[in-house]
């Protein structure tokens, strides 16, 4: 069955960087989109970044723009997301997804079918 495992969390200082990483199993991994997303705490889960089959689009929310980048290494079925000048907001647990129908322009959960379970970010002041 499809399986997205989150990997590189951590608590790192205001400035500081991070890549996380999503290692995916049990589906074509270079046919689907992929997508990043965070939830904080009290806060509703929302769009990070997403990045097309092959690697060649890539779409991120305006709050993260500049400071974070989507990749992907489709030979390793795997997916990354390289986050720098990390802020005390960017503290959530940011979530790996899916989407079958290629949806790397998308921010919306709706497009995204798979998940991971989460990997913890706390960026301190």
């Known amino acids: 069955q499809v399986q997205l495992v989150e990997s590189g969390g951590g608590l790192v200082q205001a400035g500081g960087s991070l890549t996380l990483s999503c290692a995916a199993s049990?589906?074509?991994?270079?046919?689907?989109?992929m997508g990043w997303f965070r939830q904080g705490p009290g806060m509703e889960r929302e769009f990070v970044a997403a990045i097309s089959r092959n690697g060649g689009n890539t779409y991120s929310a305006a709050s993260v723009k500049d400071r974070f980048t989507i990749s992907r290494d489709n030979a390793r079925n795997t997916v990354y997301l390289q986050m720098n000048s990390l802020k005390p907001e960017d503290t959530a647990v940011y979530y790996c997804?899916?989407?079958?129908?290629?949806?790397?322009?998308?921010?919306?959960?709706?497009?995204?079918?798979?998940w991971g379970q989460g990997t913890q970010v706390t960026v301190s002041s």
């Open positions: 049990g589906f074509a991994f270079s046919r689907y989109a």
């Open positions: 997804a899916a989407s079958a129908r290629g949806s790397w322009y998308s921010d919306s959960l709706q497009d995204f079918d798979s």
